[in-house]
């Protein structure tokens, strides 16, 4: 209670919130330990920590605990709704409702349907959404989409690209900040222990968080922080660590410039978008580029990577990823057979959970504004 009551506290400070809107909030919280307590409760919101196992745990005992017809909502940010839905008696009571980060800041919850939904859980997590102003995302999400730009930046470490330059690159296109500090912001002993729980392994993420290096919280990650300070400064212990890990696994360093690093960390982004056009998974490219404004900061004036995707021709996209070595699969791409745009006619999968996957999907329009796109 003190950590949120601080949160409000500091925002009041800065002039986001009014100077009364904290005491106002604490009183709304009525603070109690222990599950049983969900009892009464008709939508409940779970947050515990980003593995299966512990998901599990906690939703068999809200099955037990919660009264029947409530929502039983998840936080989660990638794992399978549906598995974890799996381990109640009322699946189709569950829902994904994942608020972005920091959420008392950022305005997309993604709503993440099961495949046993009705309906009512997916209805009534908007209404709460509707309630509360924000932004909400109908779509099924998709674990890859959301990490495709880390992994390109990760990609680049191995090859001996600095952190800083990286982060340099993504805030000249228009980004708020680069990959590594926002994983340094999130943290990353969250998605070390999620790998470990998943037998999965990212040798230079590793590393850092081996060495005790967990984010802002710990003060050191991808960069070092000040104390009370959240401006990043590049960390030559992080230069070694990385010769390290690269010697280790027999690479050496390349001169990558600044172009290939951009395209690679949007291609990939709009490779992974297609993608998920493809199986149904998101139902229009305006879904994806919604939470790309959101919920990553994806500069407005460029209209979102699937707009972006649009103007800079996807065709274009498709040849110039096939002529570097970034190892993007661009095959989802060309299978739409449409240079031109998205407005071609979407291929419609016998597994896929969207009913609007086989409908023509036409761009949605966005302001035109006079910043010249210099990335082509």
């Not at 008709?42 to 029947?68: G, N």
């Not at 932004?135 to 680049?156: F, K, N, Y």
């Not at 990939?268 to 998920?276: L, R």
Request: charged share 25%.
């Amino acid at each position: 209670m003190s950590t949120i009551q601080g949160t409000w506290e500091a925002s009041a400070e800065r002039g986001s919130i009014p100077a009364d809107a904290p005491g106002k909030r604490m009183a709304l919280i009525n603070a109690a330990v222990g599950l049983s307590n969900v009892k009464d409760a008709d939508l409940v919101i779970e947050a515990v920590f980003e593995t299966m196992a512990v998901k599990k745990e906690v939703f068999a005992q809200l099955d037990r605990y919660a009264k029947q017809g409530a929502v039983l909502a998840s936080n989660t940010s990638y794992l399978d709704i549906d598995e974890i839905a799996s381990v109640t008696d009322r699946p189709r009571d569950v829902i994904g409702m994942h608020f972005f980060s920091p959420g008392n800041v950022m305005k997309l919850c993604e709503i993440a349907r099961t495949a046993n939904r009705t309906g009512r859980a997916d209805d009534r997590g908007f209404d709460c959404q509707s309630a509360n102003c924000r932004r909400r995302l109908p779509w099924i999400r998709r674990q890859s989409h959301v990490r495709s730009r880390r992994q390109a930046g990760g990609q680049a470490h191995l090859r001996g690209r600095a952190a800083a330059s990286d982060g340099g690159v993504l805030t000249k296109f228009g980004m708020p900040m680069g990959p590594f500090v926002m994983g340094d912001m999130a943290g990353l002993d969250i998605g070390w222990l999620s790998r470990k729980d998943r037998g999965v392994q990212s040798a230079i993420s590793d590393a850092l968080c081996e060495a005790g290096r967990f984010g802002l919280k710990a003060g050191k990650d991808w960069y070092k922080y000040e104390a009370g300070s959240r401006a990043p400064i590049p960390d030559p212990d992080v230069k070694r660590l990385i010769d390290e890990t690269l010697t280790r696994l027999g690479r050496k360093r390349q001169a990558i410039s600044d172009e290939e690093i951009l395209k690679r960390m949007m291609y990939s982004i709009v490779n992974e978008g297609a993608q998920v056009l493809e199986e149904g998974i998101a139902a229009r490219p305006s879904d994806i580029d919604v939470v790309r404004l959101y919920g990553f900061g994806w500069p407005i004036y460029r209209g979102g990577p699937m707009y972006w995707a649009d103007q800079v021709g996807l065709k274009h996209i498709a040849e110039r990823s096939r002529s570097t070595q970034s190892r993007l699969t661009i095959l989802h791409l060309s299978r739409r057979r449409c240079s031109s745009g998205w407005s071609c006619k979407a291929r419609s999968s016998p597994h896929s959970r969207n009913p609007r996957a086989g409908a023509r999907m036409r761009y949605h329009k966005w302001p035109v504004t006079k910043h010249r796109d210099t990335t082509r």
